[in-house]
């Protein structure tokens, strides 16, 4: 079973930066795509950024690309979400998934949750001044 814990959430004021760690346990996490997805109150939640297995394919949503960075390390079995330029629709609770999936399939697990194996609990990220 793998487990999934972000961390890194937090009141950030308009343009300001934010960093979020996605720490995996249970086995390694390095057969598994991860993915950063996101949901907002009253809204669906969607897909924010995805990054294959060894690190060398990523996708994003139009909204965040050339704000947001994908990166992991799999050394440290964590992946991180480098949030730039933040503005206040970007507000909302920040998730990580896991799925076991190959790169062909990467964009197709950004957009359908129905992918997913794993998901951890979430962290708040709050754009406001």
């Known amino acids: 079973q793998l487990q999934l814990v972000e961390s890194g959430g937090g009141l950030v004021q308009p343009g300001g930066s934010l960093r979020l760690s996605c720490a995996a346990s249970?086995?390694?996490?390095?057969?598994?795509?991860i993915g950063w997805f996101r949901q907002a109150p009253g809204k669906e939640r969607e897909g924010v950024s995805c990054?294959?297995?060894?690190?060398?394919?990523?996708n994003y949503a139009d909204s965040v690309k050339g704000r947001f960075t994908i990166s992991r390390d799999n050394a440290k079995n964590t992946v991180y979400l480098q949030m730039n330029s933040l503005k206040p629709e970007d507000t909302a609770i920040y998730y990580c998934?896991?799925?076991?999936?190959?790169?062909?399939?990467?964009?197709?697990?950004?957009?359908?949750?129905?992918?997913?194996?794993?998901w951890g609990q979430g962290t708040q990220v709050t754009v406001s001044s």
């Open positions: 990054i294959s297995s060894n690190g060398g394919s990523t």
């Open positions: 249970g086995f390694t996490s390095d057969y598994y795509a």
């Open positions: 998934a896991a799925a076991r999936v190959p790169v062909g399939s990467l964009q197709r697990m950004c957009v359908m949750k129905t992918l997913i194996q794993y």
